[in-house]
Every structure is written in C-alpha cells, then in structure tokens.
C-alpha cells in the first residue's frame, strides 16, 4: 500500500525529500531520472520503457530549466502548465516530478501498487500532474483551452503540451492546431517527441507524417526542429516567444535513449525487466547517455 504520506493534502506538510535532487546539473538529473524509469520497468506491472526513455531531456529540460512552476505550490494560478499527452510516458513524468521536488523519490516505490497514485497513466493524484491523460489525441485540445483561459484571464503563464508522433495520426490534434493557429495563441507550445516509432512498427510505415515541419506551419504555427536529447538547443527552442503564433517544437528522440541494446527499436516500447535485466539498464544509464 501506499506510504502514509501520500494522503497529506497540504504540500507544506509534505516530508522534505533528502538531497536538493534540482540543485545538481541537469545533466546528472537526466541520468537519475533514467534510473528511476528502469526501476519502475522492474516494478510487478513492468511499464512502458522506450517511449519513457525519449523523453527524459524533454521533461529535465522544461521542469528543471524553462516552466514556471513552484513546487511547493503546485496549483498557484500563474503556473506554467504541462500537459503530457503522451500518457503512456508517465513514469518519465513521475520520475522527473520527484526530481523537482514535488514529492520524495521514496514514494516512486510504490508505482503500480494496489490503491496508490502511480499509475500506468498519468493520474492527478500525484502532485504536480495537471490532466489524466493517455488516451491519444486528447491533449493538444485541453492546451488549447489552458491557453486560451490564460488569455482571458490576462495570464503570462504558458501551456506546454508534450504529444508523441504516433499520436499525430488522430484527426482531433489536427483540429486543436488548426484551432489554436486560428486563435494566435502564442503561449501555446506543442512539443513532439518525434522518436519515428510506435506500437505498431515506424510511424513512417502505419500512417505517414512527413513533411511534419511544413503541416504544423500550415496550420499557422511557428515551427523549431531540434535534436531532442540536446538540452541547449531545447532550452533555446522551448524559451523564446512565438511571435502571434502557438509554437511546434519537434523534437527528433532515440526511443530507448540510453539503453543502447534496445535504443531505436520497436521491442523497447514495453517491459517488464527481472533483476538480471535491471541491473544491466542500471549499468547502461550509468554509464550515461552517448
């Protein structure tokens, strides 16, 4: 079950995590984050491995170095937001939550455990998670409406909302960026971790995306292409404005990053790792990324 903690309602409240994990460079954060997802992939339920793995300079990048957002108050009203569309990617999500200090890493032990808040998807139980998500397609139209009440509001904060490219193939994040251009809403940004794969084999084979840059530019966006493991160039694209336009950062990942036995391959997408595999994925990250 679940540690006691959990329960407490108030952040101030909360048992303060050991060791100012945020304090150290993001580079190290990066490596930590990619322990904890291999020890969640050991958990009973195993999870999803690659997709997580992709993501992890993403996440570091936006929560350590570009969103504004105070731990300790995880629901004040001029935070920035970050929707995780790509709800399968959840334990990245949880595991660099716990590295900025919304809760003690401790608690990641508890992942997948009956009755506990770390679940396979995203799950608003957990401090710092803004939306249940998961189902594909959703998140960009929930950005839009972030960012449109932060407009009405008179809000600097901003929306990011952070989809995978398999996901790109449903027609109602097609309908949210067509909205949001329309709309100019420029404190929108849409990060696409563009690791080519996705359940069903590369996304290139099930539905074609390319030329990506020149459709989000058609639906009125400004559009960044960035390597996704590269934190400077995240930063920099993530950081500056959109100029009247909502923001497509494309995001080319290595699924599995990290893990060079299984990095860019589809079998990277879900595991369920024995010790033997555990102590080889913690060896791997250890040794840091190439």
């Known amino acids: 079950m679940p540690r006691e903690p959990l329960a407490v309602a108030d952040p101030a409240e ?12 993001p580079a190290a954060v990066a490596v930590r984050v990619r322990e904890l997802i ?17 993501l992890v300079e993403i996440l570091v990048t936006l929560y350590h170095e570009v969103l504004r957002v105070d731990p300790d108050r995880p629901q004040a009203p001029d935070r920035d937001v970050l929707l995780l569309s790509k709800g399968h990617g959840a334990i990245a999500l949880y595991a660099v939550l716990a590295t900025r200090g919304y ?3 401790a608690w990641l032990d508890d992942y997948a455990a009956p009755g506990g808040p770390f ?4 799950n608003r139980a957990v401090p710092g998670v803004e939306m249940p998500t998961g189902s594909l397609g959703h998140g960009l139209a929930l950005g839009v409406g972030h ?14 909302v952070v989809l995978g490219d398999g996901e790109l193939q449903e027609g109602s ?7 949001a251009g ?7 940004v849409a990060v696409i971790d563009r690791n080519g794969l996705q359940l069903g084999g590369g996304t290139e084979d099930v539905i074609t995306l390319e030329p990506l840059a020149d459709r989000w530019r058609a639906f009125g966006w400004t559009v960044r292409e ?8 995240l930063r920099q694209a993530l950081d500056e404005p959109g100029a009247g336009r909502p923001v497509a950062v494309i995001a080319r990942t290595v699924k599995g990053r990290g893990l060079p036995y299984v990095e860019g391959q589809v079998r990277s997408h879900f595991a369920r790792l024995g010790e033997t595999q555990r102590g080889r994925a913690l060896r791997a990250v250890r040794r840091g990324v190439r």
């Not at 679940?119 to 995203?122: E, R, Y």
């Not at 329309?182 to 929108?188: A, E, I, K, Y």
């Not at 960035?226 to 160039?233: Q, W």
Request: charged fraction near 20%; charge should be negative; proline fraction near 7%.
């Open 147 to 160: 960012a449109l009440a932060g407009r009405l509001d008179g809000s600097g904060r901003r929306c990011f």
């Open 182 to 188: 329309s709309l100019g809403l420029d404190r929108l």
């Open 14 to 25: 909360r048992p303060a995590e050991p060791g100012p994990v945020d304090a150290v460079e």
């Open 226 to 233: 960035v390597d996704g493991h590269d934190r400077v160039a």
């Open 173 to 179: 994040v097609w309908e949210a960026a067509m909205a």
């Open 38 to 54: 291999v020890q969640m992939c050991a958990s009973t339920d195993g999870g999803h491995l690659g997709g997580s793995m992709s």
């Open 119 to 122: 679940l396979a998807h995203p």
């Open 103 to 105: 809760f003690p890493v």
